[in-house]
């Protein structure tokens, strides 16, 4: 009767020919892990003078609500009111979105050059990894060559 081969020990040996540098993926995963962390930091401080810009528009468009809503003395004084609420939203509406877009261009900013250093430092760590493995190649054949 004819045995089957062992592939598991085949691979394992062929598998062994083949040096891995796990190094390289640790310092790829972390350096992902800490452009993610950097890209979270961003968007939530984004986020947060978001709210806070938010929040003072809302305090701001209540407090002149109320005004506009106490009793006036003439008729003429609520149709005065409401047009004077009407003028401070349009002012109000330019500056809070201008303050908004100053947000997002800040948060741009940063992302590009976040992402600019980032794309640096990996094409300088891609670039030690394929030396680093092009010098294991060279070794593990002549190794090979030398048998």
Partial sequence: MAKTQDFTAMMKDM??????????????????????????????????????????????????????????????????????????????????MAAFAEVAKKMQMDTVELLMAAGKDMTEEASAAVQKAAKDATTVAKKAAAK
């Fill in 15 to 96: 598998m062994g020919a083949f040096p891995v540098d796990t190094k390289s993926m640790e310092d790829a995963f972390k350096t992902q892990a800490t452009l993610n962390e950097k890209l979270s930091g961003l968007a939530l401080s984004a986020a947060e003078k978001s709210t806070e810009i938010s929040t003072k528009w809302t305090k701001d468009t209540l407090s002149k609500l109320a005004d506009m809503t106490k009793v006036k003395a003439e008729p003429a004084d609520y149709a005065k009111a409401m047009t004077d609420f009407a003028s401070a939203q349009a002012e109000a509406s330019a500056e809070y």
